[in-house]
């Protein structure tokens, strides 16, 4: 008896060594921290440090630009193999990680679905009400949240040094609290009324904060999410019953989608009325506003904040961006008091400033890894061929990406918004301004799992990042 045990715990072990040398092999001819081909410790524990991107940078530097990070996931920082991955025909698909993206306790929605053939159908359907061919009030919307955003900055922060008065603003806060708003009143009509209230109304941000480390163990750890689905832990999770944090956000989406349903259905012409002209039914629809919330918020906000950082503490770009926008204003070039999106797309240096803060703090830095396909590939790591098996994961790196000094140049590691404009008309400086575009962009993911929000993040960009510098810059708010 006991040797038939023994025997069993042998060939256990014996089973196990085995599988970890053959995983640990099979990507053995890409470099990176010597414990990763046996365990994912050194991935959960990056993850989790705070400084992810600073270390997969590191690793990609030292290793190559597609290098090893746990036992099947590889990094890379290579522009041309995000794009043959998230190509339209490609034979890659999203990957196992993706799991850790399904906030709704039992559906999926348009970020985390791995199936490519269910992912297309739903991306088709959701289309038309992102693009704002379907939500005639988009721009009005982003107008009108903008002005709330002044409102407050008047009503609280605004300094009169001759009374002693000096207010300071928590521009990471007042920025997230702009966002949501907009995209809870884009997306269905309604505010959450963060920016009314100058709060965190229902703790959402709080929890989220609270949220982000169980979502990088289970992205680590994938096969936990099974565990997930047992009702005990289950339970734990947010619902929409819940008085506070996600779930607050979940009942909220909830009540919105319920409102356009019903004996007397509010009927408008917002993305919500237009994923219901597409056929989406009422669970998906719950789950998929409670995606836009997440996606939408936080990384527009992100990039807003550290654009307006790096422009308030640049002095000579601030002057400059602020010269070409009274310039413009001068010329009438300019809606008052909110600039038009298309005008925005006409000033150089605002551009300049977007691109040159989404380059340097580029928003999503998660691993979004992408799966080899069954029969294996080979990819080119900086000029030699190396064979990928199937089922290994190749996640991005978009801080490694966007500090590329051979796209982007040798001083990459500073805010320059100068880069973006062309030093004369030749062919050269228009291709590779041409290539730092192309690259930049790159932070909305590409192809066919391409952000549907790009356009409203963009316009939010567009408006916010002038014309809250005008506010707080003109104003004297900023230090
Ligand atoms: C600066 C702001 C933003 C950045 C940098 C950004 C970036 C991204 C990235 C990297 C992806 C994933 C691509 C992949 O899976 O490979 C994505 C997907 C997505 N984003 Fe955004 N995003 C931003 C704003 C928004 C906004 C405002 C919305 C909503 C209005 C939005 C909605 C979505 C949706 C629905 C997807 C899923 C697309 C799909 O799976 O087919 N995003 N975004």
Same mark, same amino acid.
């Given at each position: 008896?006991?040797?038939?045990?023994?025997?069993?715990?042998?060939?256990?072990?014996?089973?196990?060594?085995?599988?970890?040398?053959?995983?640990?092999?099979?990507l053995?001819?890409?470099?990176?921290?010597?414990?990763?081909?046996?365990?994912?410790?050194?991935?959960?524990?990056?993850?989790?440090?705070?400084?992810?991107?600073?270390?997969?940078?590191?690793?990609?530097?030292?290793?190559?630009?597609?290098?090893?990070?746990?036992?099947?996931?590889?990094?890379?920082?290579?522009?041309?193999?995000?794009?043959?991955?998230?190509?339209?025909?490609?034979?890659?698909?999203?990957?196992?990680?993706?799991?850790?993206?399904?906030?709704?306790?039992?559906?999926?929605?348009?970020?985390?679905?791995?199936?490519?053939?269910?992912?297309?159908?739903l991306?088709?359907?959701?289309?038309?009400?992102?693009?704002g061919?379907?939500?005639?009030?988009?721009?009005?919307?982003?107008?009108?949240?903008?002005?709330?955003?002044?409102?407050?900055?008047?009503?609280?922060?605004?300094a009169v040094p001759?009374?002693?008065?000096?207010?300071?603003?928590?521009?990471?806060?007042?920025?997230?609290?702009?966002?949501?708003?907009?995209? *809870?009143? #884009?997306?269905? /009509?309604? +505010?959450? @009324?963060? =920016? $009314?209230?100058?709060?965190?109304?229902?703790?959402?941000?709080?929890?989220?904060?609270?949220?982000?480390?169980?979502?990088?163990?289970?992205?680590?750890?994938?096969?936990?999410?099974?565990?997930?689905?047992?009702?005990?832990?289950?339970?734990?999770?947010?619902?929409?019953?819940?008085?506070?944090?996600?779930?607050?956000?979940?009942?909220?989406?909830?009540?919105?989608?319920?409102e356009?349903?019903g004996?007397k259905?509010?009927?408008?012409?917002?993305m919500?009325? *237009?994923? #219901?002209?597409? /056929?989406? +039914?009422? @669970?998906? =629809? $719950?789950?998929?506003?409670?995606?836009?919330?997440?996606?939408?918020?936080d990384?527009?906000?992100?990039?807003?904040?550290?654009?307006?950082?790096?422009?308030?503490?640049?002095?000579?770009?601030?002057?400059?961006?602020?010269?070409?926008?009274?310039?413009?204003?001068?010329?009438?070039?300019?809606?008052?008091?909110?600039?038009?999106?298309?005008?925005?797309?006409?000033?150089?240096?605002?551009?300049?400033?977007?691109?040159?803060?989404?380059?340097?703090?580029?928003?999503?830095?998660?691993?979004?890894?992408?799966?080899?396909?069954?029969?294996?590939?080979?990819?080119?790591?900086?000029?030699?061929?190396?064979?990928v098996?199937?089922?290994?994961?190749?996640?991005?790196?978009?801080?490694?990406?966007?500090?590329?000094?051979?796209?982007?140049?040798g001083?990459?590691?500073i805010?320059?918004?100068?880069?973006?404009l062309?030093?004369?008309?030749?062919?050269?400086?228009?291709?590779r301004v041409?290539?730092?575009?192309?690259?930049?962009?790159?932070?909305?993911?590409?192809?066919?799992?391409?952000?549907?929000?790009?356009?409203?993040?963009?316009?939010?960009?567009?408006?916010?990042?002038?014309?809250?510098?005008?506010?707080?810059?003109?104003?004297?708010?900023?230090?």
């Amino acid at each position: 008896m006991v040797s038939a045990a023994a025997f069993c715990l042998l060939a256990l072990v014996a089973f196990y060594v085995v599988r970890s040398v053959r995983i640990f092999c099979s990507l053995r001819r890409f470099g990176g921290h010597w414990s990763v081909g046996w365990s994912r410790l050194w991935l959960l524990r990056t993850q989790g440090s705070g400084q992810m991107h600073k270390r997969f940078t590191e690793v990609n530097n030292k290793y190559g630009s597609t290098a090893r990070i746990g036992p099947s996931m590889l990094i890379t920082t290579d522009p041309s193999l995000i794009r043959h991955m998230n190509a339209v025909c490609s034979p890659f698909t999203r990957g196992r990680w993706y799991s850790c993206l399904k906030l709704h306790p039992e559906r999926e929605n348009i970020v985390s679905l791995v199936d490519e053939r269910k992912h297309t159908e739903l991306r088709n359907r959701m289309i038309p009400g992102y693009s704002g061919r379907e939500n005639q009030h988009l721009e009005q919307d982003v107008d009108t949240q903008l002005l709330k955003f002044f409102e407050l900055i008047n009503k609280k922060y605004v300094a009169v040094p001759e009374s002693g008065i000096f207010r300071t603003i928590d521009l990471s806060r007042a920025t997230s609290f702009f966002t949501l708003d907009t995209i *809870s009143q #884009i997306a269905f /009509g309604h +505010t959450f @009324g963060f =920016l $009314e209230r100058d709060e965190d109304p229902f703790g959402y941000l709080e929890n989220l904060e609270q949220f982000l480390p169980a979502l990088i163990v289970f992205g680590v750890y994938t096969e936990l999410s099974k565990i997930l689905q047992m009702p005990l832990l289950k339970s734990a999770l947010p619902k929409s019953t819940d008085k506070r944090g996600l779930g607050r956000a979940m009942g909220f989406a909830r009540e919105r989608v319920q409102e356009r349903f019903g004996e007397k259905p509010v009927v408008r012409n917002d993305m919500l009325g *237009s994923f #219901i002209h597409r /056929g989406l +039914t009422q @669970g998906e =629809l $719950e789950s998929e506003t409670l995606t836009q919330i997440t996606a939408g918020s936080d990384s527009t906000a992100s990039s807003l904040r550290m654009t307006l950082h790096f422009i308030c503490t640049t002095p000579p770009v601030r002057e400059r961006l602020l010269g070409e926008v009274e310039n413009a204003i001068g010329a009438g070039q300019i809606t008052r008091p909110v600039i038009k999106d298309a005008e925005a797309r006409e000033l150089p240096y605002l551009q300049a400033c977007i691109k040159e803060g989404l380059r340097l703090y580029p928003p999503i830095t998660g691993l979004l890894a992408k799966l080899v396909p069954q029969t294996g590939c080979v990819i080119n790591v900086d000029g030699v061929d190396k064979f990928v098996p199937g089922e290994t994961q190749i996640a991005w790196n978009p801080w490694g990406v966007m500090r590329n000094s051979k796209i982007f140049g040798g001083d990459c590691e500073i805010f320059r918004p100068e880069r973006w404009l062309p030093i004369d008309g030749s062919n050269s400086e228009r291709d590779r301004v041409a290539r730092m575009t192309e690259t930049v962009l790159l932070c909305f993911g590409t192809g066919r799992f391409g952000c549907l929000g790009r356009g409203v993040a963009l316009m939010e960009l567009n408006k916010a990042v002038i014309e809250v510098s005008v506010e707080i810059c003109w104003r004297d708010i900023c230090a």
